[in-house]
Nanobody
Framework: QVQLVESGGGLVQAGGSLRLSCAAS????????MGWYRQAPGKERELVSI???????NYDDSVRGRFSISRDNAKSTAHLQMNSLKPEDTAVYYC?????????WGQGTQVTVSS
């Protein structure tokens, strides 16, 4: 069983920065990918960024160039550095972890960007 604990959300003004962290614990043999989805009120959950096991990363077009994902394999953690935040980035951000057993989710952390 895998547990994910997220941290780092909060309230920030437009143009500001936040750093989300996701710490994984539990039993798993291999990490295929880690990343974040987000869900704004009244909208579907969307993939923000993903870091694959081989080291490659990908981003939604709306955040590319502003967000940066990184992984610390030794600590089983991932971080999402979010710069130049916009009000439309306001959402609950959910960390996820893909292993051979399937996908696990974090509890979600609120990010609110004021204009």
């Amino acid at each position: 069983q895998v547990q994910l604990v997220e941290s780092g959300g909060g309230l920030v003004q437009a143009g500001g920065s936040l750093r989300l962290s996701c710490a994984a614990s539990g039993s798993y043999r291999r990490i295929f990918a880690m990343g974040w989805y987000r869900q704004a009120p009244g909208k579907e959950r969307e993939l923000v960024s993903i870091a694959l096991g081989g080291g490659s990363t990908n981003y939604d077009d709306s955040v590319r160039g502003r967000f940066s994902i990184s992984r610390d394999n030794a600590k089983s953690t991932a971080h999402l550095q979010m710069n130049s935040l916009k009000p439309e980035d306001t959402a609950v951000y959910y960390c996820f972890l893909d292993t051979p057993a399937g996908r696990s989710w974090g509890q979600g952390t609120q990010v609110t960007v004021s204009s």
